[in-house]
């Protein structure tokens, strides 16, 4: 099952309580808001998280398991993406899933969510690259926080691997004795 949300789709009165605290996006940017891909198997959390996340600013995409992102595998958004993930879930855990990627040399910065973690699981997620754990049920600023680090960090490796892709551009270009 995959689930998308468009940021805008709900009433003003829907807004959150945090109506200040949003991702610092202008619509007058004439860009679309950074995409959070959602994957969690619990179909209510799911969609309270997709509707937490739009309320907050940001695209939301939500899988209701790591086998829907893994057929999906999208491509980071230019605008900023992150990967919003449930650490238990059945066949494919986010661990396990966080594994994948990072073996299949996706980076996308990862924010885990758990009911039920423990600290070895943190531990775990965090050596892997993961940025942030958050314990179910998160606050909506401490969710902010860490989804604005999350793509903060995504850019800023996209500018990274845009300036070395136009270095070996340049340094292709060069003659064997301008390598010298």
Known sequence: IHLRCHAGTHSPTSASPHASARYAHS????TPPPVVHIVDDDA?????????VEGLGFAAQGYALAEDFLAALPAPAPQGCC??????????SGLELQQRLAAAGHDYPTVFMTGHGDIDQAVQALRGGALNFLQKPFREQALLDALNH?????????RQH???AQAQALLARLSPRERD
């Open 27 to 30: 619509p007058a940017m004439n």
């Open 83 to 92: 990967l919003l993930l449930d650490i238990r879930m059945p066949r494919i």
């Open 162 to 164: 845009a300036r070395r």
């Open 150 to 158: 999350a793509v903060a960090v995504g850019l800023a490796t996209q």
């Open 44 to 52: 209510a959390f799911l969609r309270s998280t997709l509707f937490m």
